[in-house]
């Protein structure tokens, strides 16, 4: 590992750089926020195709925006991408349903 302050290399279990003395800041592992690429991925092939897509891309957005430290942005992504998620899923139930509906009424 590397010191934040000076750029120096140090020992992972440091307390301190043995080179300029600062104390080595520890960063809280980020939130686990849900990326729902598996659900979009099952919209997307069974579905609604088109916004299915819409759902894996913001999902797919999550994880990087989460490595970056952008919380907030990845928080986001995550809603977006359920929210894509969910009209999908219910566009292509409804579509299915009125599909099956005149398939046997006819």
Do not use: E, H
Request: charged content about 10%; aromatic content about 6%; overall charge positive.
């Amino acid at each position: 590992m590397y010191c934040t302050a000076c750029g120096s290399q140090r020992a992972d279990n440091a307390t301190v750089c043995p080179q300029c003395g600062q104390r080595i800041r520890r960063f809280a592992a980020p939130p686990p926020i849900p990326n729902y690429l598996i659900p979009s991925v099952l919209v997307t092939l069974c579905c609604c195709t088109p916004l299915g897509i819409v759902a894996l891309v913001y999902g797919s957005q999550v994880n990087s925006k989460l490595l970056a430290g952008d919380i907030a942005g990845a928080q986001a992504s995550s809603k977006n991408a359920r929210t894509w998620m969910l009209i999908g899923l219910v566009i292509g139930i409804l579509a299915g349903g009125g599909y099956g509906i005149a398939l046997f009424t006819s």
